[in-house]
């Protein structure tokens, strides 16, 4: 895992040597030395790490490298800071005293270094098998079992399989689904694609599938085909022409064994031209390996081809080339995971009734994966019974048993598997989450700053370091190794879990790589050196500061009480860290050991009780984020304009009212004239336009012109004298991506006629908030618009018109944004609109739905609209219409929609699938569904 940090190493080794110009003599070359040595550790760590390592000298020797490694960074990170120290002001008496000052401190800093690399060449010429790691492929003689490899996975997948039970638990749904696409449709070859998670029971239900009767019947030859690591296609093809002939009882081909590629292929396509076939291509890894087998299929043979696959993206594209299908494996109900693990762990038998309470709490950690399921109910059989302290242990020591018990040997290794194919930073990235309680939900943009202040992630020419790590995390989903509990209305990942028994194997990973502690009161186990901490509900029992002095970050999680000495003084001896996150800390304001943390890049208060930021926020110069959400903190100090750095300014809080939506429902901060010079910031939210209370002047919109390189820009409190300046910073925001204006109240004009040449046209979200005289002209020529929301508009004119046409809009909202009474969507209007609010147009009284218009509707939400009393005309056009809402809408409505009879309103609804009504009364809401 420490080739990771070695990368990072040999990246801020090279700025070092090219930077710095007054070193000492000796010093350059000793770090050229220790560069030269890190290439050799990286090179020794990553083959290590590409395979599983179980010779006790080799692991040994593996620890020892990586420790240096950790060690080299910290020696890099204690001296850099006092590189750029260095004076550089105006030359002054006391400026002249205090450049000597540091210039003494600065040889002092260099000497240090030189001993610091000296000692650590030492080290690393004392490792036991140094003259053997420079040269990686070694490792394979260590022992027999050092190699990780698909042929020791494949035998632990044949040994999960649960296939030959007559009753297999969940898989006669989907079978009938796979059946159905196999033997139905039209000629051609067409692919069918399973995907999901490890352990889903992909290769189970492909096997129920390829052996039933009704498939055989159908297609004339079979084969079934395991697809090794690493992929080889002339293998591959070789074994494909073994089974195939077997199945035909005809004779090999003389001479495959010496047959090329192209030979190879000619022969397939001799066999296959000949009947309809289906091929099974089992566990798929790689777009590289389907290209490969779809160069094999002929392409005039009514025929069939299935995947089985981790990788969304493989699964979509085999099925889009060949217009096939994607069948997406999901867990088992709770019903069906109850069965299953009833028939493994009792016999099939019933489960007593002493051990039920033991035995769902068991089975819940096993989140519907059925491999989970049958490998720990399996291990639950050898255990007597009638010991219910057995069970409890199990359940308490999960993570200890998978760690160690053979019998749970097959989990490990489908495991083991999906993380060693993962490339370097994955894995670190991976890894990371182990910092994150059992079951926690994980905010995107959190994780993504997270991972940058971490320094996890590399960046890459014309992408931000955001970008970078969305694709990361885009990965990781993708790879089915994170799972999606929710996503915007606009498809937008928006948080994350780690299933929960993978995060077992997480937590065991990381620490094995001693990456994450995590404190749980006073059981921790305290490695020596704490470097990533994470504080589950218990700041009990510290271990002394000597622990700590090597410490890149703290994440609270749960409320922990008030703040007290252990961790001021944890907070003293981490000089190195990177990163404070104390969310939901019930603290009112910051550790004044925080503001001498000099590296610090990640600091989070949100939804603390702070009410004011200190002037010693300007000395953190490398923050990058700073999270004050939810807090009371209205103004920032001057100060904050040193943080040149800077990328992420969370400010503001909302309020929240249950069942209305109020227009002052955020509130935003009060920030300082200079707040232009943060040219770094990306993300800025919710600044507010008349910081001078009651005034109309623009200052504040004029700075925020300057900082060219916002993504995300939330402005409140503006008034209607702001508009010419506004739209003129706009111009200058060619970066922007989400834009959200509110006016100071809700009879306050947003001026924003003005026109905008080129700024913001990469805008994908926009949000305004308070009157407008017209829909401002330039948002009609924003093509990348994917999201627009009207909130207060009181517009007089039908805004559909200004909007339509946009390309790429699939959600609109209009809340209070209309006072007119007839809406008309335009046959050719919207042609990618999906998601549609009507919210308190309380003067509407008719909508139209032109034949041809908003035909990729699939959700519309009514609310409020007081005179509405029936639905839009031409609702039976929006065939793709899959939700409709209503929520406080006339019960005359109501009352008709539920009325079968002929005549009645259902038949408007009848090819909608889901109708929803609710309405809120008396403090709680109620509802119920019409169909």
Same mark, same amino acid.
């Given at each position: ?382 255990k007597n019974q009638s010991r219910i302290e057995e069970w409890e242990m199990l359940h308490r020591c999960l993570g200890v048993e998978l760690e160690g018990n053979d019998s749970l040997n097959c989990l490990r290794k489908i495991f083991s598997y999906s993380y060693y194919d993962l490339p370097y930073h994955l894995k670190l990235c991976l890894l990371y989450l182990g910092i994150f309680p059992e079951d926690y939900t994980i905010e995107r943009m959190r994780l993504l700053r997270l991972w940058i202040a971490e320094g996890f992630v590399q960046g890459r020419a014309k992408m931000t370091l955001e970008e970078v790590a969305e694709g990361y995390l885009n990965e990781l989903v993708d790879k089915n190794l994170l799972h999606v509990p929710e996503k915007t209305e606009d498809g ?182 200079? #707040? *232009?010079? @943060?040219?770094? %910031?990306? $993300? =800025? ?8 209370? !009651? ?8 700075? #925020? *012109?300057? @900082?060219?390189? %916002?993504? $995300? =820009? ?8 702001? !508009? ?11 970066? @922007?991506?989400? %834009? ?27 949000? %305004? ?34 909007l339509q046409a946009l390309p790429c809009l699939e959600e609109l909202h209009l809340l209070r944004a209309y006072k007119g009474d007839r809406l008309c969507f335009k046959a050719g209007g919207f042609e990618r609109l999906k998601i549609l609010w009507l919210i308190r147009l309380e003067g509407l009284r008719w909508v139209v739905m032109e034949q041809g218009a908003v035909p990729c509707l699939q959700k519309m939400y009514y609310q409020n609209c007081k005179l509405v009393d029936k639905l839009p005309s031409g609702i039976q056009h929006l065939t793709n219409l899959g939700l409709l809402h209503l929520t406080d809408m006339p019960g005359q409505l109501i009352i008709s929609l539920e009325n079968r009879e002929e005549g009645g309103g259902y038949a408007e609804i009848a090819h ?20």
């Amino acid at each position: 895992m420490a080739e990771c940090v070695i990368a990072f190493l040999r990246e801020k080794l090279t700025s070092f040597l090219n930077e710095e110009n007054e070193l000492l003599g000796g010093v350059d070359e000793k770090v050229e030395d220790m560069r030269a040595e890190l290439e050799r550790m990286a090179a020794f760590l990553v083959a290590a790490e590409a395979q599983e390592v179980t010779d006790p000298r080799l692991k040994v020797l593996v620890k020892q490298v990586r420790d240096v490694a950790y060690d080299t960074e910290d020696v890099l990170h204690e001296v850099i800071p006092l590189r750029t120290g260095r004076y550089r002001g105006k030359i002054r008496l006391c400026g002249f005293v205090h450049g000597v000052y540091l210039h003494v401190r600065n040889l002092k800093a260099r000497h240090q270094l030189a001993s610091e690399i000296q000692s650590i060449k030492s080290r690393v010429t004392s490792l036991e098998g140094y003259q053997r790691y420079c040269f990686p492929l070694s490792i394979s003689e260590q022992g027999p079992n050092t190699n990780f490899n698909s042929r020791t996975l494949g035998d632990c997948r044949g040994t999960v399989h649960w296939s030959e039970d007559p009753n297999p638990v969940g898989i006669e749904v989907p079978k009938q689904q796979l059946i159905k696409w196999l033997v139905e449709g039209d000629s051609g070859v067409k692919t069918l694609s399973v995907v999901g998670p490890a352990g889903i029971g992909k290769t189970t239900l492909v096997r129920e599938v390829y052996d039933d009767a009704t498939v055989k019947k159908h297609f004339y030859n079979h084969a079934w085909l395991t697809v090794s690591q690493p992929f080889e296609l002339d293998e591959l093809m070789k074994d494909m022409l073994q089974i195939l002939c077997s199945g035909m009882r005809a004779q090999v081909p003389q001479g495959i064994e010496a047959t090329k590629t192209n030979g190879l292929k000619r022969k397939i396509s001799e066999v296959l031209q000949q009947q309809r076939y289906v091929l099974v291509f089992d566990n798929v890894r790689n777009i590289e390996t389907w290209e490969g087998i779809k160069s094999v299929l002929p392409k005039n043979s009514n025929s069939r081809v299935m995947l089985t696959t981790c990788f969304s993206h493989i699964a979509s594209t085999s099925s889009m080339e060949t217009e096939g299908n994607v069948y997406t494996m999901k867990p088992l109900y709770q019903e069906e995971s109850w069965t299953l693990f009833c028939k493994k762990a009792f016999r099939g038998s019933y489960c007593p009734r002493y051990l039920e309470e033991v035995s769902q709490r068991i089975l819940k950690r096993c989140c519907g994966l059925p491999l989970a399921i049958v490998s720990i109910a399996g291990l639950l059989a050898t255990k007597n019974q009638s010991r219910i302290e057995e069970w409890e242990m199990l359940h308490r020591c999960l993570g200890v048993e998978l760690e160690g018990n053979d019998s749970l040997n097959c989990l490990r290794k489908i495991f083991s598997y999906s993380y060693y194919d993962l490339p370097y930073h994955l894995k670190l990235c991976l890894l990371y989450l182990g910092i994150f309680p059992e079951d926690y939900t994980i905010e995107r943009m959190r994780l993504l700053r997270l991972w940058i202040a971490e320094g996890f992630v590399q960046g890459r020419a014309k992408m931000t370091l955001e970008e970078v790590a969305e694709g990361y995390l885009n990965e990781l989903v993708d790879k089915n190794l994170l799972h999606v509990p929710e996503k915007t209305e606009d498809g937008r990942l928006q948080t994350c879990q780690v299933h929960n028994l993978w995060g077992e194997l997480i937590n065991f990973k990381s620490r094995e790589h001693e990456m994450v502690t995590v404190a749980r009161g006073r059981d921790t186990l305290w490695p020596k050196k704490v470097r990533h901490l994470a504080v589950h509900n218990s700041l009990e029992s510290l271990p002394e500061s000597k622990y700590f002095n090597r410490l890149r970050s703290v994440l609270i999680f749960g409320r922990i009480g008030s703040l007290h000495q252990p961790l001021r003084s944890l907070l003293s001896s981490g000089k190195l860290i990177k990163v404070l996150d104390f969310r939901g800390a019930p603290w009112e304001s910051i550790p004044e050991e925080v503001f001498e943390l000099h590296h610090l890049k990640y600091l989070s208060m949100r939804e603390t009780k702070l009410k004011k930021l200190p002037k010693s926020i300007g000395k953190l110069q490398n923050l990058e984020t700073l999270d004050l959400k939810g807090t009371y903190v209205t103004q920032l100090p001057l100060e904050i304009t040193r943080l040149h750095k800077l990328r992420h300014l969370l400010v503001y809080r909302y309020k929240i009212l249950v069942g209305y939506i109020s227009f002052h429902s955020v509130r935003g901060f009060k920030a300082p004239p200079t #707040v *232009g010079g @943060l040219h770094c %910031l990306q $993300k =800025l939210s919710y600044i507010e336009a008349d910081h001078m209370g !009651g005034g109309n002047t623009d200052i504040m919109v004029r700075k #925020v *012109g300057c @900082l060219t390189q %916002l993504r $995300k =820009l939330n402005i409140v409190r503006v008034r209607r004298g702001h !508009g010419t300046a506004l739209c003129s910073s706009l111009e200058n925001l060619t970066n @922007l991506r989400s %834009l959200n204006i509110t006016s100071i109240e809700p009879d306050e004009i947003l001026d924003l006629h003005h026109p905008l040449s080129s700024g913001s046209r990469y805008l994908q979200r926009l949000y %305004l908030t308070g009157p407008l005289e017209h829909v401002p002209m330039w948002v009609a020529s924003l093509n990348s618009l994917v999201r627009v929301v009207l909130r207060w508009s009181q517009l007089d004119d039908d805004p559909l018109q200004s909007l339509q046409a946009l390309p790429c809009l699939e959600e609109l909202h209009l809340l209070r944004a209309y006072k007119g009474d007839r809406l008309c969507f335009k046959a050719g209007g919207f042609e990618r609109l999906k998601i549609l609010w009507l919210i308190r147009l309380e003067g509407l009284r008719w909508v139209v739905m032109e034949q041809g218009a908003v035909p990729c509707l699939q959700k519309m939400y009514y609310q409020n609209c007081k005179l509405v009393d029936k639905l839009p005309s031409g609702i039976q056009h929006l065939t793709n219409l899959g939700l409709l809402h209503l929520t406080d809408m006339p019960g005359q409505l109501i009352i008709s929609l539920e009325n079968r009879e002929e005549g009645g309103g259902y038949a408007e609804i009848a090819h909608i699938r889901d109708v929803w009504t609710e309405n809120y009364r008396g403090g709680s809401w109620t509802g119920h569904w019409i169909k």
